[in-house]
Protein backbone atom coordinates (compact mmCIF):
# COMPACT_ATOMS: atom_id res chain seq x y z
CA UNK A 1 0.00 0.00 0.00
CA UNK A 2 2.87 2.27 0.60
CA UNK A 3 4.38 1.66 -2.29
CA UNK A 4 1.55 2.18 -4.25
CA UNK A 5 0.64 5.39 -2.62
CA UNK A 6 4.54 6.93 -3.22
CA UNK A 7 3.78 6.00 -6.89
CA UNK A 8 0.96 7.73 -7.24
CA UNK A 9 2.52 11.04 -5.85
CA UNK A 10 5.45 10.66 -7.83
CA UNK A 11 4.28 11.76 -11.35
CA UNK A 12 2.39 14.87 -9.56
CA UNK A 13 6.10 16.26 -7.38
CA UNK A 14 7.31 16.09 -11.08
CA UNK A 15 4.58 18.16 -12.50
CA UNK A 16 5.26 20.67 -9.71
CA UNK A 17 8.89 20.65 -10.41
CA UNK A 18 8.25 20.77 -14.38
CA UNK A 19 5.49 23.86 -13.46
CA UNK A 20 8.19 25.52 -11.12
CA UNK A 21 10.62 25.71 -14.36
CA UNK A 22 8.20 26.32 -17.08
CA UNK A 23 7.33 29.20 -14.74
CA UNK A 24 11.04 30.39 -14.41
CA UNK A 25 11.83 29.74 -18.27
CA UNK A 26 8.67 30.92 -19.40
CA UNK A 27 6.42 33.04 -17.27
CA UNK A 28 3.15 34.35 -18.02
CA UNK A 29 4.00 38.16 -19.37
CA UNK A 30 1.47 41.05 -20.69
CA UNK A 31 -2.19 40.21 -21.42
CA UNK A 32 -1.44 36.27 -20.61
CA UNK A 33 -1.11 37.39 -16.95
CA UNK A 34 -4.99 38.66 -16.53
CA UNK A 35 -5.71 35.70 -18.11
CA UNK A 36 -3.59 33.04 -16.39
CA UNK A 37 -4.44 35.02 -13.25
CA UNK A 38 -8.26 34.66 -14.38
CA UNK A 39 -7.85 31.09 -14.81
CA UNK A 40 -6.11 30.85 -11.38
CA UNK A 41 -9.00 32.06 -9.47
CA UNK A 42 -11.36 29.33 -11.20
CA UNK A 43 -9.28 26.86 -10.31
CA UNK A 44 -9.24 27.98 -6.12
CA UNK A 45 -13.32 28.62 -6.83
CA UNK A 46 -13.20 24.75 -8.62
CA UNK A 47 -11.39 23.36 -5.80
CA UNK A 48 -12.92 24.34 -2.73
CA UNK A 49 -16.28 23.70 -4.39
CA UNK A 50 -15.44 19.76 -4.48
CA UNK A 51 -13.56 19.93 -1.22
CA UNK A 52 -16.83 21.34 0.27
CA UNK A 53 -18.72 18.66 -2.04
CA UNK A 54 -16.14 15.64 -0.67
CA UNK A 55 -16.85 16.60 3.22
CA UNK A 56 -19.24 13.98 4.45
CA UNK A 57 -21.81 15.36 7.22
CA UNK A 58 -21.67 11.81 8.41
CA UNK A 59 -18.02 12.37 9.17
CA UNK A 60 -18.79 15.42 10.89
CA UNK A 61 -21.26 13.70 13.43
CA UNK A 62 -18.63 10.59 13.68
CA UNK A 63 -15.66 13.14 14.66
CA UNK A 64 -17.15 14.68 17.26
CA UNK A 65 -17.57 11.06 19.61
CA UNK A 66 -13.78 11.26 19.99
CA UNK A 67 -13.44 15.08 20.88
CA UNK A 68 -9.87 14.55 22.82
CA UNK A 69 -8.54 13.47 19.81
CA UNK A 70 -9.37 15.53 17.35
CA UNK A 71 -8.60 18.90 19.62
CA UNK A 72 -5.14 17.57 20.61
CA UNK A 73 -4.84 17.56 16.53
CA UNK A 74 -6.00 20.91 15.96
CA UNK A 75 -3.67 22.52 18.97
CA UNK A 76 -0.70 21.26 16.89
CA UNK A 77 -2.19 22.42 13.70
CA UNK A 78 -2.80 25.85 14.52
CA UNK A 79 -1.14 26.24 18.03
CA UNK A 80 2.02 24.42 18.33
CA UNK A 81 2.76 24.82 14.60
CA UNK A 82 2.28 28.16 14.49
CA UNK A 83 4.48 29.23 17.81
CA UNK A 84 7.91 27.25 16.09
CA UNK A 85 7.16 29.23 12.90
CA UNK A 86 7.31 32.48 15.29
CA UNK A 87 10.47 31.22 16.31
CA UNK A 88 11.94 29.93 13.18
CA UNK A 89 10.89 32.90 11.39
CA UNK A 90 12.34 35.36 13.62
CA UNK A 91 16.68 33.76 13.48
CA UNK A 92 18.66 36.32 12.43
CA UNK A 93 20.03 34.51 9.42
CA UNK A 94 16.39 34.23 8.02
CA UNK A 95 16.10 36.18 5.14
CA UNK A 96 12.11 38.10 5.34
CA UNK A 97 10.99 36.30 2.27
CA UNK A 98 11.98 33.12 3.09
CA UNK A 99 10.94 33.89 6.94
CA UNK A 100 6.93 34.96 5.99
CA UNK A 101 7.05 31.40 3.60
CA UNK A 102 8.29 29.33 6.87
CA UNK A 103 5.62 31.08 9.42
CA UNK A 104 2.57 30.90 6.31
CA UNK A 105 3.68 27.04 6.01
CA UNK A 106 3.02 26.96 10.18
CA UNK A 107 -0.71 28.36 9.18
CA UNK A 108 -2.20 25.75 7.41
CA UNK A 109 -4.48 22.77 7.99
CA UNK A 110 -3.60 19.25 8.24
CA UNK A 111 -3.67 16.84 5.05
CA UNK A 112 -6.04 14.54 4.10
CA UNK A 113 -4.91 11.95 1.80
CA UNK A 114 -2.00 11.40 3.06
CA UNK A 115 -2.35 11.56 7.10
CA UNK A 116 -5.45 9.13 6.27
CA UNK A 117 -2.72 7.24 3.86
CA UNK A 118 0.02 6.94 6.72
CA UNK A 119 -2.13 5.99 9.15
CA UNK A 120 -3.66 3.14 7.24
CA UNK A 121 0.09 1.97 6.88
CA UNK A 122 0.99 1.97 10.07
CA UNK A 123 -2.52 0.34 10.92
CA UNK A 124 -4.15 3.16 13.56
CA UNK A 125 -7.26 4.57 13.89
CA UNK A 126 -7.97 5.41 10.22
CA UNK A 127 -12.01 6.61 10.70
CA UNK A 128 -10.35 9.35 13.25
CA UNK A 129 -7.73 10.35 10.94
CA UNK A 130 -10.28 11.08 8.36
CA UNK A 131 -12.44 13.25 10.88
CA UNK A 132 -9.09 14.74 12.40
CA UNK A 133 -8.03 15.32 8.82
CA UNK A 134 -11.65 16.85 7.57
CA UNK A 135 -12.13 19.31 10.71
CA UNK A 136 -8.40 20.64 9.93
CA UNK A 137 -9.62 21.33 6.72
CA UNK A 138 -12.69 22.84 7.41
CA UNK A 139 -11.51 24.98 10.05
CA UNK A 140 -8.50 25.75 8.15
CA UNK A 141 -10.85 27.94 5.64
CA UNK A 142 -11.39 30.48 8.27
CA UNK A 143 -8.60 29.86 10.86
CA UNK A 144 -5.73 30.22 8.29
CA UNK A 145 -6.51 33.29 7.11
CA UNK A 146 -7.07 34.39 10.98
CA UNK A 147 -3.85 33.45 11.76
CA UNK A 148 -2.59 34.96 8.38
CA UNK A 149 -3.41 38.39 9.14
CA UNK A 150 -3.01 38.20 13.07
CA UNK A 151 0.55 36.81 12.67
CA UNK A 152 1.76 38.16 9.16
CA UNK A 153 -0.10 41.85 9.73
CA UNK A 154 -2.10 40.76 6.50
CA UNK A 155 -3.42 44.55 4.93
CA UNK A 156 -1.49 46.31 8.19
CA UNK A 157 -2.30 49.60 7.84
CA UNK A 158 -5.11 50.15 5.30
CA UNK A 159 -8.65 49.05 6.40
CA UNK A 160 -9.16 48.58 2.74
CA UNK A 161 -6.54 46.30 2.19
CA UNK A 162 -7.66 44.12 5.16
CA UNK A 163 -11.44 44.42 3.85
CA UNK A 164 -10.19 43.16 0.30
CA UNK A 165 -8.57 40.18 1.68
CA UNK A 166 -12.04 39.41 3.47
CA UNK A 167 -14.04 39.67 0.47
CA UNK A 168 -11.24 37.40 -1.50
CA UNK A 169 -11.37 35.04 1.13
CA UNK A 170 -15.31 34.55 1.35
CA UNK A 171 -15.91 34.79 -2.35
CA UNK A 172 -13.37 32.32 -3.22
CA UNK A 173 -12.95 30.16 -0.73
CA UNK A 174 -15.75 30.02 1.94
CA UNK A 175 -18.77 30.40 -0.30
CA UNK A 176 -17.48 27.40 -2.63
CA UNK A 177 -16.78 25.13 -0.15
CA UNK A 178 -20.17 25.80 1.61
CA UNK A 179 -21.85 25.60 -1.93
CA UNK A 180 -19.95 22.54 -2.44
CA UNK A 181 -21.37 20.81 1.06
CA UNK A 182 -24.52 21.86 0.50
CA UNK A 183 -25.04 20.38 -2.83
CA UNK A 184 -23.17 17.42 -1.97
CA UNK A 185 -26.88 15.39 -1.48
CA UNK A 186 -27.34 16.17 -5.46
CA UNK A 187 -23.38 16.20 -6.77
CA UNK A 188 -21.66 13.67 -3.93
CA UNK A 189 -22.68 10.98 -6.27
CA UNK A 190 -21.21 12.03 -8.80
CA UNK A 191 -17.49 13.32 -7.13
CA UNK A 192 -17.79 9.50 -5.77
CA UNK A 193 -17.62 7.62 -8.85
CA UNK A 194 -15.62 10.10 -10.76
CA UNK A 195 -13.04 10.48 -8.34
CA UNK A 196 -10.14 10.49 -11.12
CA UNK A 197 -11.38 13.31 -13.01
CA UNK A 198 -12.13 14.89 -9.80
CA UNK A 199 -7.93 14.64 -9.10
CA UNK A 200 -6.97 15.99 -11.99
CA UNK A 201 -9.02 18.86 -11.54
CA UNK A 202 -7.35 19.05 -7.68
CA UNK A 203 -4.09 18.79 -9.13
CA UNK A 204 -4.39 20.91 -12.12
CA UNK A 205 -5.72 23.75 -10.21
CA UNK A 206 -2.89 23.39 -7.83
CA UNK A 207 -0.62 23.31 -10.73
CA UNK A 208 -2.42 26.32 -12.31
CA UNK A 209 -1.94 28.37 -9.49
CA UNK A 210 1.80 27.63 -8.77
CA UNK A 211 2.61 28.52 -12.18
CA UNK A 212 0.53 31.53 -12.01
CA UNK A 213 2.24 32.24 -9.06
CA UNK A 214 6.04 31.56 -9.87
CA UNK A 215 5.65 33.12 -13.36
CA UNK A 216 4.65 36.90 -11.58
CA UNK A 217 7.51 35.77 -8.62
CA UNK A 218 10.12 34.96 -11.83
CA UNK A 219 9.45 38.59 -13.62
CA UNK A 220 9.75 40.56 -10.33
CA UNK A 221 13.36 38.89 -9.92
CA UNK A 222 12.52 35.77 -7.63
CA UNK A 223 15.43 34.16 -8.45
CA UNK A 224 17.49 37.17 -7.34
CA UNK A 225 15.82 37.59 -4.35
CA UNK A 226 16.04 33.81 -3.09
CA UNK A 227 19.95 32.13 -3.06
CA UNK A 228 21.40 29.08 -2.60
CA UNK A 229 21.87 29.96 0.76
CA UNK A 230 18.60 30.38 1.15
CA UNK A 231 17.38 27.31 -0.33
CA UNK A 232 19.81 25.50 2.15
CA UNK A 233 18.08 27.43 4.68
CA UNK A 234 14.82 26.11 3.90
CA UNK A 235 15.66 22.77 3.84
CA UNK A 236 17.12 22.75 7.07
CA UNK A 237 14.51 24.30 9.05
CA UNK A 238 11.49 22.79 7.55
CA UNK A 239 13.33 19.51 8.11
CA UNK A 240 13.56 20.63 11.84
CA UNK A 241 10.42 22.01 11.81
CA UNK A 242 8.87 18.31 11.03
CA UNK A 243 11.14 16.85 13.54
CA UNK A 244 10.22 18.77 16.59
CA UNK A 245 6.07 18.63 15.85
CA UNK A 246 7.02 14.43 15.01
CA UNK A 247 8.72 14.60 18.67
CA UNK A 248 6.08 16.78 20.64
CA UNK A 249 3.03 14.56 18.92
CA UNK A 250 5.15 11.62 19.99
CA UNK A 251 5.64 12.78 23.47
CA UNK A 252 1.53 13.73 23.48
CA UNK A 253 0.45 10.25 22.74
CA UNK A 254 2.82 8.62 25.75
CA UNK A 255 1.96 11.62 28.34
CA UNK A 256 -1.91 10.84 28.10
CA UNK A 257 -1.49 7.27 27.57
CA UNK A 258 -3.71 7.13 24.41
CA UNK A 259 -4.44 3.80 22.59
CA UNK A 260 -1.78 3.35 20.00
CA UNK A 261 -4.02 3.72 16.83
CA UNK A 262 -5.29 6.87 18.37
CA UNK A 263 -1.32 8.46 18.79
CA UNK A 264 -0.27 7.23 15.48
CA UNK A 265 -3.62 9.65 14.25
CA UNK A 266 -2.10 12.57 16.06
CA UNK A 267 1.31 12.11 14.74
CA UNK A 268 0.34 11.91 11.42
CA UNK A 269 -2.56 14.30 11.49
CA UNK A 270 -0.72 16.77 13.32
CA UNK A 271 2.59 16.74 11.39
CA UNK A 272 1.03 17.59 8.05
CA UNK A 273 0.65 20.42 6.71
CA UNK A 274 -1.56 20.60 2.97
CA UNK A 275 0.03 21.80 0.06
CA UNK A 276 -3.80 21.45 -1.78
CA UNK A 277 -5.42 24.28 0.65
CA UNK A 278 -1.71 26.02 0.85
CA UNK A 279 -1.27 26.57 -3.18
CA UNK A 280 -5.01 28.66 -3.05
CA UNK A 281 -4.94 30.37 -0.13
CA UNK A 282 -1.56 32.23 -0.96
CA UNK A 283 -3.16 32.95 -3.76
CA UNK A 284 -5.51 34.37 -2.49
CA UNK A 285 -4.13 36.02 0.44
CA UNK A 286 -1.04 37.73 -1.18
CA UNK A 287 0.07 39.66 -4.08
CA UNK A 288 1.14 38.30 -7.15
CA UNK A 289 4.39 38.61 -7.09
CA UNK A 290 5.14 37.77 -3.29
CA UNK A 291 3.39 34.09 -3.93
CA UNK A 292 6.16 32.32 -5.48
CA UNK A 293 8.67 32.92 -2.69
CA UNK A 294 5.79 32.60 0.25
CA UNK A 295 5.05 28.92 -1.70
CA UNK A 296 8.72 27.71 -1.60
CA UNK A 297 8.87 26.29 2.36
CA UNK A 298 5.79 24.78 1.78
CA UNK A 299 6.60 23.03 -1.15
CA UNK A 300 10.12 21.94 0.39
CA UNK A 301 8.48 20.79 3.52
CA UNK A 302 5.59 19.06 1.27
CA UNK A 303 8.04 16.63 0.19
CA UNK A 304 10.48 16.31 3.64
CA UNK A 305 6.85 15.12 5.46
CA UNK A 306 6.40 12.21 2.23
CA UNK A 307 9.73 11.30 2.89
CA UNK A 308 9.95 10.70 6.40
CA UNK A 309 5.95 9.77 7.21
CA UNK A 310 6.41 6.79 4.82
CA UNK A 311 9.50 5.34 6.51
CA UNK A 312 7.59 6.12 9.99
CA UNK A 313 4.82 4.47 8.71
CA UNK A 314 6.51 1.36 8.04
CA UNK A 315 8.06 1.02 10.75
CA UNK A 316 4.88 1.08 13.03
CA UNK A 317 3.13 -1.09 10.83
CA UNK A 318 6.32 -3.41 11.10
CA UNK A 319 6.01 -2.68 15.12
CA UNK A 320 2.26 -3.66 15.32
CA UNK A 321 2.24 -6.02 18.48
CA UNK A 322 -1.31 -7.47 17.25
CA UNK A 323 0.80 -9.17 14.17
CA UNK A 324 2.75 -10.75 16.59
CA UNK A 325 0.23 -12.32 18.15
CA UNK A 326 -1.68 -12.75 15.05
CA UNK A 327 0.81 -13.18 12.49
CA UNK A 328 -1.88 -13.31 9.43
Known amino acids: MLKSFLTVFEPFVL ?3 GTVLLATVLPPRGAFVAIFDTAATAGIVLLFFLHGAKLSRQAIWDGMRNWKLHLSVLAVTFGLFP ?25 L ?4 QSSIAFTAVARGNVAAAVC ?12 TPALVALLMHLGAGSSGGELAAVDKIVIQLLVPFVAGHLLRPLIGGFVARHKPLVTIVDRGSILLVVYTAFGAAVVEGLW ?6 DLSVILILCSLLL ?15 WPRADAIVLQFCG ?19 QVGVILLPLMLFHQIQLIACAVI ?3 YAEQDPTLTRNPS
Open 83 to 107: LLGLGLSHLPFVAAPVAAGLLFLTL
Open 243 to 257: ALVLAATWAIGRIFH
Open 109 to 112: PSTV
Open 224 to 229: HRVSGF
Open 271 to 289: SKKSLASGVPMAGVLFPAA
Open 15 to 17: SLL
Open 132 to 143: SASFSNLLGIVL
Open 313 to 315: ARR
